[in-house]
């Protein structure tokens, strides 16, 4: 990597940091305390989940890109800690699909819950509707292009 993106990422790292220090991390710790019990896996399991019906191993395994084994792994904690629940598939009696249980329903919403003030927090900092809009596409820029070369590693 060039020596530039090396010091801008290193400022974008600690710019971030900074900015969860200023926003009182340790309470947002204690705000959303459930959620530092799962790993980034099982959170991006849980947000699937919440967000979408009818979701199959296959469509987790797209997204989070881990093993088979890996996954099956993520499930049955998540199972064992009641959080999710196998169900038999409508559309495939073969196979089954993924629910969220009460419990999982709980922390998908805590997430919710968590997202939504920390993308606030960032775009209130900002001085106008312009800047946040900037900030806006600038951002989706960066995931629209980190999904372009995902596609094209394929």
Not at 95 to 107: P, Q, R
């Given at each position: 990597?060039?020596k530039n993106i090396d010091n801008q990422i290193s400022e974008l790292s600690n710019i971030f940091h900074e900015f969860l220090v200023?926003?009182?991390?340790?309470?947002?710790?204690?705000?959303?305390?459930?959620?530092?019990?799962?790993?980034?896996?099982?959170?991006?399991?849980?947000?699937?989940?919440?967000?979408?019906?009818?979701?199959?191993?296959?469509?987790?395994?797209?997204?989070?890109?881990?093993?088979?084994?890996?996954?099956?792994?993520?499930?049955?904690?998540?199972?064992?800690?009641?959080?999710?629940?196998?169900v038999i598939n409508d559309s495939d009696k073969r196979s089954y699909k993924l629910e969220l249980t009460e419990k999982g329903i709980?922390?998908?919403?805590?997430?919710?819950?968590?997202?939504?003030?920390?993308?606030?927090?960032?775009?209130?900092?900002?001085?106008?509707?312009?800047?946040?809009?900037?900030?806006?596409?600038?951002?989706?820029?960066?995931?629209?292009?980190?999904?372009?070369?995902?596609?094209?590693?394929?």
């Amino acid at each position: 990597m060039e020596k530039n993106i090396d010091n801008q990422i290193s400022e974008l790292s600690n710019i971030f940091h900074e900015f969860l220090v200023f926003r009182k991390y340790l309470e947002l710790e204690k705000r959303f305390s459930n959620l530092n019990k799962f790993s980034v896996n099982e959170i991006s399991i849980i947000n699937m989940l919440g967000h979408n019906d009818n979701v199959i191993l296959k469509d987790i395994i797209d997204v989070i890109k881990v093993p088979k084994s890996t996954l099956t792994g993520l499930i049955n904690k998540l199972e064992k800690n009641n959080l999710v629940k196998r169900v038999i598939n409508d559309s495939d009696k073969r196979s089954y699909k993924l629910e969220l249980t009460e419990k999982g329903i709980e922390i998908s919403k805590e997430h919710d819950e968590f997202d939504k003030f920390v993308s606030s927090e960032m775009l209130n900092s900002l001085s106008d509707y312009e800047e946040r809009q900037e900030f806006i596409k600038l951002f989706r820029k960066a995931v629209n292009n980190e999904k372009r070369n995902a596609k094209e590693e394929k």
